[in-house]
């Protein structure tokens, strides 16, 4: 128990005083409201005591930094040793476009690398496809071939930054040409770093950039997850992704909830089909979460998902590695809270939000820019941007102590409830079969769609405010500089392709590409084949099809 039965009596007697006054205090002085709830709408009282918290088991349920259920972090000094890593989401334009940006932000202090590839990328389809047309290089960087990529990591040092890929249904073929373009540079795989994000099942919920069904897009998940634990040890081969299950509407719970629950589907395929060991992959799955604008519920999310995590992985896996219990996780600021309406606004809105991830115990932060809702990031500001992190880090006192939050009534409480409904929706979601059964069902896009409702009607209703939204307007307009991407970017793109396609050895890449249709059709590991076929310049789009030809497309069913 966290408290004696004296101090619960003591403390039981002041709040029946302090309830009293407050009655008294109504009478002439009423609330402000009549329901004080969070941003995912979990019911806020008034007045947190001893009495919220008097289950705690102080050694089982807080505990140590560095130790079981890793409540409070999975490292013993927390930030004293190391800050968290300045992670900027960056990609723009060409290739050449994007890797100026990355040295612009490692020149201002960035110390890891994140990179935004665009839309025809992102769904395995080359620059000159028809469906690329008007979206070449206009949400991230256009990726073709190894040698756009080799011009994109071009002077990095790969052995000393470490690389985030936001890519999914194509992460095969990305992470293989990265492989390819380091072996190129002379730097063995067992000395690169980096995140793949490569996590399907939040496509089908949330995100929908698919390819193929979710059963095959997990099989390539796995063959990722197998060829890195083997080959290259210092790679996250996922990144299982909460932030755009946020994005898309859902509470902090149902982020927390299905995120793990996703999770817990890798896990359980890379053991049934691979028969590997938990203890021998599961040090390298990390975690992406959304840190959204309510300080203390995106608090008590944090360190709830830890110790979720280490549960499962001990109790359902039986993991004996204590770094296979450890939930690492990067955080990036809510792009969903951000506003076209006075934009300047969302700076104030990042730093909260980077604030509770820090205090959250993140490992890794993107914070967005305050334009980031009208265009791609200028280049003044994401300095802004970046600099807001290094603030936080350097100036404010916030990384002297671990787990600072650790003890209050109201966060011990509110950690506790957070996972408590988390693990109804697991076990809810066990109940239906699984994750991949769950989403046939339409049960998490249902869940986060009437979410999303909700929240929308009480923001009309002005039970949750927007500053500048549905208070605090005006007629007058703040403009911000536009960054937009010259329609050249897809001309020279589509050329460069061209010219790779007539240097390269066709029959090479015929072969190359037979080879991953038959591993597709067999269980044989395709990450080899993918490195040997970016290697003789086999372009995205070849692969891709080759996987649209063995597992079909993946259509949204449109639950409504």
Wanted: aromatic share 10%.
């Amino acid at each position: 128990m966290y408290f004696s039965d004296e101090t619960l009596k003591k403390s039981q007697h002041l709040t029946e005083k302090w309830q009293n006054e407050v009655q008294k205090t109504l009478q002439t002085h009423p609330d402000r409201k009549n329901r004080f709830s969070t941003v995912s709408d979990l019911d806020i009282k008034r007045l947190y005591t001893p009495e919220d918290v008097k289950d705690v088991d102080f050694a089982k349920d807080i505990g140590a930094p560095g130790e079981f259920p890793y409540l409070r972090g999975n490292q013993v000094t927390g930030y004293r040793g190391n800050y968290w890593t300045f992670r900027m989401f960056s990609g723009m334009g060409s290739a050449r476009d994007t890797n100026a940006r990355w040295h612009m932000l490692l020149r201002e202090g960035q110390t890891g690398l994140s990179t935004a590839f665009d839309f025809p990328t992102l769904m395995g389809y080359d620059s000159d496809s028809p469906k690329a047309l008007g979206e070449v290089g206009k949400c991230g960087v256009a990726i073709d071939t190894l040698e756009d990529f080799l011009e994109l990591i071009d002077k990095i040092p790969l052995t000393q930054v470490t690389t985030s890929m936001t890519i999914n249904p194509p992460a095969t073929i990305l992470w293989a040409m990265y492989c390819a373009a380091a072996e190129a540079k002379g730097v063995p795989l067992a000395k690169i770093g980096g995140t793949i994000q490569n996590d399907m099942l939040k496509e089908f919920i949330a995100q929908k950039t698919f390819m193929c069904p979710p059963e095959p897009s997990v099989r390539l998940i796995s063959d990722t997850i197998e060829f890195g634990a083997k080959h290259v040890p210092r790679w996250n081969t996922i990144s299982i992704s909460g932030y755009h299950i946020r994005e898309a509407g859902a509470t902090a719970v149902q982020e927390l909830a299905f995120t793990l629950r996703d999770g817990i589907e890798y896990v359980e395929d890379v053991i049934r089909r691979k028969k590997m060991n938990v203890d021998d992959f599961a040090p390298r799955l990390s975690f992406f979460f959304n840190a959204h604008i309510d300080f203390f519920e995106e608090v008590c999310k944090l360190r709830a998902a830890r110790r979720i995590w280490a549960k499962v992985m001990r109790d359902r896996f039986g993991a004996k590695n204590p770094r296979s219990l450890w939930m690492r996780f990067h955080t990036q600021t809510a792009g969903c809270s951000l506003t076209a309406q006075q934009p300047y606004n969302n700076i104030i809105r990042t730093t909260v939000e980077a604030l509770a991830a820090v205090m959250g115990g993140t490992q890794s932060l993107h914070t967005n820019s305050l334009d980031e809702v009208l265009c791609l990031p200028s280049e003044s500001a994401v300095e802004i941007a970046l600099r807001t992190q290094q603030i936080l880090a350097e100036e404010t006192g916030v990384a002297n102590t671990i787990d600072p939050l650790a003890g209050s009534y109201f966060i011990e409480s509110l950690t506790n409830e957070i996972e408590d409904k988390a693990w109804e929706y697991i076990h809810k979601i066990d109940a239906m079969g699984g994750m991949i059964a769950a989403i046939e069902k339409g049960f998490p896009q249902m869940e986060i769609a009437d979410a999303a409702y909700r929240f929308q009607r009480q923001l009309e209703a002005n039970e949750k405010i927007m500053v500048g939204v549905n208070k605090y307007t005006t007629e007058a307009q703040q403009t911000v500089p536009l960054v937009e991407i010259d329609e050249q970017v897809a001309g020279e793109q589509m050329k460069r392709l061209q010219n790779v396609r007539r240097r390269r050895n066709e029959r090479a890449v015929r072969q190359s590409l037979t080879d991953i249709r038959t591993a597709c059709k067999t269980e044989v590991n395709v990450m080899p084949y993918c490195i040997e076929a970016v290697k003789n310049l086999a372009t995205l789009q070849e692969i891709c099809d080759v996987y649209r030809e063995v597992y079909g497309e993946y259509r949204d069913p449109g639950l409504y």
